[in-house]
């Protein structure tokens, strides 16, 4: 027996804590229990209003047993076939433009001036909400399905190039060099070195961004900007709740088939 | 010790990967399972602890039907069995020591395990047994930081400190270098005779097996074709189970090996 | 076979001549849809306000410009709310999707045909819907203010957490799993000790990713009226109190890029 071993036996053992420095965990701890506890306490709950609520809460789960497509179908219509439209305009746009974008930004394919400008874009992009765009938008443009297109597609721009940007970054170095070591010219290299290899994730981040697009097109209409979402809002105010749920299900199911067609198409690229 | 009668496992697909094996193991004894990838070794090992659901046919543990008994009873019996894997399969995540305490887990509840608070003889064992495999000072490292020879020693105290009557060994050099290789296969045999444990190892190193088992069963397409010692292994007996190929040279290496290593 | 004989030569093409019409076909159907839905949007607009935007728009800047600095007094509850709403919606929808990534994992799912629909269906439902529209729907329910957001962001939150959770889950080296299985212990113990420690990482990972999404989400759940500084944007642009907007906008975008920046630096640090 080794005195390691002797030094050992008898011995409590305990799991080694994930912060080794006792002050640190334990200031840790002791922050995250305040400010739980701050956080709680400035939320004022009006409990009894919650109370009265459960009652329409359950209004509400039950007109999704019973949904009422029928006495505003023409608003209803109207308001999907605009969301898809946007849908549809946006993510083509956003999509033609990212992909310029995404090369100017992936550093191993453009010069640094380009990679600062294209990034800077996509910055500007992600750090405004699509929300906060259609705010500005419908200031500027007027009411109407114009906003929520520019801003379905200005907030693609930022997802897709960042993403597709990081993809090109991290392609195979070799495939490329080796279309590059054949002699072609710039356009010719991305044409054979990096399209082929960014396209299944281009595609399939493509088929992501339209079902993003799709979901954020629902709620652009709260703010005028076109969509399904003002006919949504106008239900709720008036507690229509079937025609609230009937929406909800359209949208739900057109979620659901997206994504599955997302998951055929991506299948079939890769 | 270990019987097993009639073992059959079919699977979804329709592969007969067991064709009613009948196996009995003495108490202590060290054993090698041979054959081709595919012969049935990894499923004959799973189907004795049950990891994997035998189709028909009955496996006892000293006297205890396995094959029949509900998933509590079934619990039980396993603390057993301890078993060594291929891969290691040490929860990478977690340290050297909650990998080697946790063979203890069908001993102790559930909140217990869960807040680590392990009884201090368990303790004590996982630390003499850590020290037995040369790796005490590594108690506290988390697995993914050691090198598959250490892990693989870790696996082997895991199933130790489960106070097995049965160690059942699945390829445990199939991704070790021939040096660890034999230091790994040592290590066990010697554990096993020095707590007087049966063992299964299913192996595909012919030479290895040879060199440390007092019996070899050879496994092909899902029969025994072979039961005997080590020596009896010919070239016409490894053809029966592995197929046509030069089986002078393996043979003729183990024993070129072996002189080396008397001489260094 | 894409090569043809062309007056005696052969000639090499990428596709047949039956593949290159299909994707010609499709192209033009593509572009047709194209064409229809930017008719469909240039009928609902009204052009005249859009030549006239340029304007419009500098009319705005001049009018936001400079922000009006001393209203962040005002702003100081607000912010704090609205991290709140992020921070406690981001932790109740964590402690509800464990359980539900769990019951849609193929590899821990109690049942394949009954229960894991189930938990996909709840995936799938509060996953589709933006945070926006469960706040106004919670607003209906239970009335406006800080609760209704923390509300929806957690039932928003919900379905994106336990589907990369359970994706994880279904990724886990089953060995591990098999190994603690052997040694008899229970179902929970397994749990405990052979799957969680592999989707730790992952879990945070998660955690933290949703946090930073959240905190994006609650600066605007106020304009329908479920607390937080889109509270005072929405007042602020009621009135066209334009410098008090432009000073908003500056807090949220902080806001992001903090928030952003803090989830990467804790996201280094876990792997």
């Not at chain 1, 297109?149 to 190039?161: E, M, N, P, R, V």
């Not at chain 2, 069908?106 to 037995?132: C, H, I, K, M, N």
Request: include cysteine; hydrophobic fraction near 50%.
């Amino acid at each position: 027996m080794s005195s390691e071993l002797q030094a050992l036996i008898g011995k409590n053992w305990k799991k080694p804590p994930f912060i080794q420095r006792p002050w640190l965990r334990w200031a840790f701890i002791l922050g995250f229990v305040v400010y739980l506890i701050a956080a709680f306490l400035t939320i004022d709950v009006n409990w009894s209003r919650v109370y009265e609520g459960l009652e329409r809460g359950k209004q509400f789960v039950l007109a999704f047993t019973s949904p009422d497509f029928t006495s505003r179908s023409g608003d209803i219509w109207e308001g999907m076939l605009e969301s898809i439209i946007m849908t549809v305009a946006a993510s083509v746009v956003g999509i033609g433009i990212s992909i310029p974008i995404a090369l100017g930004a992936a550093r191993n394919v453009a010069p640094l001036p380009v990679y600062l400008i294209c990034r800077g874009i996509i910055a500007v992009s992600r750090a405004l909400q699509e929300i906060i765009v259609a705010i500005l938008l419908v200031a500027i443009f007027g009411f109407g399905p114009l906003a929520g297109f520019l801003t379905l597609s200005f907030a693609t721009i930022g997802f897709l190039s960042k993403l597709l940007a990081e993809d090109i970054e991290s392609m195979d170095k070799v495939q490329a060099e080796a279309i590059r070591a054949s002699g072609a010219r710039w356009t010719q290299w991305i044409n054979y070195g990096v399209q082929p290899q960014v396209m299944p994730r281009l595609i399939g981040l493509s088929m992501y961004r339209i079902d993003i697009n799709f979901r954020e097109s629902a709620i652009l209409g709260l703010v005028g900007a076109g969509g399904i979402g003002a006919t949504l809002n106008t239900a709720f105010d008036r507690y229509e709740y079937d025609t609230a749920a009937a929406i909800l299900i359209m949208i739900i199911v057109i979620v659901m088939a997206l994504e599955y067609l997302s998951g055929v198409i991506r299948a079939r690229v890769q | 010790m270990l019987r097993l009668e009639k073992l059959v496992k079919t699977y979804k697909t329709g592969d007969q990967a067991l064709k009613a094996v009948d196996l009995e193991i003495p108490e202590g004894q060290v054993l090698a399972l041979i054959g081709p990838s595919g012969a049935g070794k990894s499923t004959l090992i799973r189907c004795i602890n049950r990891l994997v659901e035998p189709t028909s046919g009955n496996v006892y543990l000293a006297g205890t039907e396995l094959t029949g008994l509900s998933s509590g009873a079934l619990r039980k019996e396993r603390r057993r069995m301890g078993m060594i894997f291929q891969e290691y399969a040490l929860v990478e995540r977690l340290t050297v020591m909650e990998n080697v305490l946790s063979g203890r887990l069908g001993y102790v509840g559930f909140w217990r395990s869960f807040t680590r608070r392990y009884p201090q003889s368990d303790v004590d064992e996982a630390f003499r047994l850590l020290d037995r495999v040369g790796l005490l000072a590594m108690a506290d490292k988390r697995a993914d930081e050691l090198s598959g020879g250490q892990r693989q020693r870790v696996g082997i105290c895991r199933a130790l400190i489960q106070n097995p009557a049965l160690l059942l060994v699945d390829e445990p050099t199939a991704s070790l270098d021939p040096k660890t290789s034999r230091q790994i296969m040592r290590l066990v045999c010697e554990l096993c005779q020095e707590r007087g444990l049966a063992a299964i190892i299913n192996i595909h190193d012919v030479a290895l097996a040879q060199m440390f088992v007092q019996r070899v069963i050879g496994l092909r397409f899902g029969a025994v074709e072979f039961d005997g010692p080590p020596e009896a292994l010919t070239p016409d007996v490894l053809t029966t189970i592995y197929g046509e190929e030069d089986w002078e040279a393996t043979i003729a290496k183990v024993e070129d090996e072996e002189e080396i290593e008397v001489a260094e | 076979m894409p090569v043809s004989e062309r007056n005696g030569t052969k000639v090499w093409q990428r596709r047949t001549g039956r593949e290159s019409l299909f994707h010609w076909v499709l192209w033009l159907i593509g572009v047709a849809v194209f064409a229809y839905c930017w008719q469909q949007i240039s009928n609902a607009t009204t052009w005249f306000f859009v030549w006239d935007a340029p304007r419009i728009a500098g009319d705005i800047w001049t009018r936001a410009t400079p922000p009006k600095w001393e209203y962040i007094t005002q702003l100081g509850k607000p912010i704090w709310d609205t991290l709140n709403i992020a921070t406690l919606g981001t932790i109740i929808s964590l402690v509800l999707a464990v359980p539900v990534a769990f019951l849609a994992a193929r590899n821990t799912t109690p049942s394949r045909f009954i229960i894991r629909p189930l938990a996909l269906l709840i995936i799938v439902s509060t996953r589709s819907i933006n945070s926006l529209i469960w706040a106004l729907l919670l607003i209906a329910i239970i009335g406006p203010g800080v609760f209704a957001g923390v509300v929806a962001i957690a039932i928003r939150s919900v379905g994106f957490c336990a589907k990369l959770l359970y994706e994880a889950i279904e990724e886990i080296d089953e060995t591990q799993v098999e190994a603690i299985t052997a040694t008899g212990a229970s179902r929970w113990q397994v749990m405990a000790y052979g799957i969680v420690p592999q989707i730790m990482p992952a879990f945070a990972g998660i955690a933290v990713f949703r946090w930073d999404i959240n905190i994006r989400e609650s600066t605007v759940l106020g304009l329908v009226g479920a607390g937080g500084i889109g509270l005072q944007l929405s007042a602020s642009l009621n009135v066209l109190a334009w410098p008090q907007v432009a000073l908003i906008l500056l807090v949220i975008l902080a806001a992001v890029v903090i928030s952003e920046w803090v989830s990467a630096k804790v996201r280094g640090a876990i792997i």
